[in-house]
T-cell receptor, first 111, second 115 residues
C-alpha cells in the first residue's frame, strides 16, 4: 500500500510569517500534485511536479519535488489570512492513474 | 461553466434506499475518477472510468457500489441499500487523456447523508 504522510497536520501562525508543509513517501512518485480545499468544496489543483528536483513558484507559494521523487514541500512566504485552508498533496505512481492523497494540512493564518 | 459538474450537491437518503450521484467531466476530458472523503479523513480513490469502460475499480467496495460512464451523458456512481457508514463527500474528477491522467480536476462534490 502506498502512503503519503503530510506534516504538520495542523498549523496556526500569524499573518506575515513563513511556513513549510511536507509530504513524504517511501515510494517513488511519477508525479505529485498539491491541492487546496475549502470547506464544502472540491480540491482545487495548485501545481503538478513531475521531475526530480523540480521547483515551481505560484506567487508566494513555492513547491519543490525531491531529487528522488519521494517527497515534496510547499513553502508559503509572508502568509496572509486568505491562505487559510486545507492543503493536500497527492501522488500518482508509475502505471496507475489513480491519485493517492495525504491526510492534509489544515492551515490557519491569524490576522 | 467549463468545470467538472456534480449533482446533487447534497443528498439525504434513509437506510436501505438507493443513492445516485452524477458527474459531468470538464469539456474535452474523457477520463473520470470517483473519490470518497469520509469525515476527518483524506480522499480515497474508488474507481476510474473512460467512456463505456471501467479501467480500475480497485477502490470500490465489493457490494452495493457500482459506477458507469455511458457513451452519452454523465458518469453515475450508484450506491444501493445505503447504510450510515456511506455518509461521506463523494468527489468526481476528470483528466484530459491518459498521458496527463495525473492532472485531475475535481468537482464540488456530493455530500451524502444517510439517516
Amino acid at each position: 500500500t502506498q502512503l503519503l504522510e503530510q506534516s504538520p497536520q495542523f498549523l496556526s501562525i500569524q499573518e506575515g510569517e513563513n511556513l513549510t508543509v511536507y509530504c513524504n513517501s517511501s515510494s517513488v512518485f511519477s508525479s505529485l500534485q498539491w491541492y487546496r480545499q475549502e470547506p464544502g468544496e472540491g480540491p482545487v489543483l495548485l501545481v503538478t511536479v513531475v521531475t526530480g528536483g523540480e521547483v515551481k513558484k505560484l506567487k508566494r507559494l513555492t513547491f519543490q519535488f525531491g531529487d528522488a521523487r519521494k517527497d515534496s514541500s510547499l513553502h508559503i512566504t509572508a502568509a496572509q489570512p486568505g491562505d487559510t485552508g486545507l492543503y493536500l498533496c497527492a501522488g500518482s505512481y508509475q502505471g496507475a492513474q489513480k491519485l493517492v492523497f495525504g491526510q492534509g494540512t489544515r492551515l490557519t493564518i491569524n490576522p | 461553466n467549463a468545470g467538472v459538474m456534480q449533482n446533487p450537491r447534497h443528498l439525504v437518503r434513509r437506510r436501505g434506499q438507493e443513492a445516485r450521484l452524477r458527474c459531468s467531466p470538464m469539456k474535452g476530458h474523457s477520463h473520470v475518477y470517483w473519490y470518497r472523503q469520509l469525515p476527518e479523513e483524506g480522499l480515497k480513490f474508488m474507481v476510474y472510468l473512460q467512456k463505456e469502460n471501467i479501467i480500475d475499480e480497485s477502490g470500490m467496495p465489493k457490494e452495493r457500489f457500482s459506477a458507469e460512464f455511458p457513451k452519452e451523458g454523465p458518469s453515475i456512481l450508484r450506491i444501493q441499500q445505503v447504510v450510515r457508514g456511506d455518509s461521506a463527500a463523494y468527489f468526481c474528477a476528470s483528466s484530459l487523456d491518459r498521458g496527463r491522467a495525473y492532472e485531475q480536476y475535481f468537482g464540488p462534490g456530493t455530500r451524502l447523508t444517510v439517516t
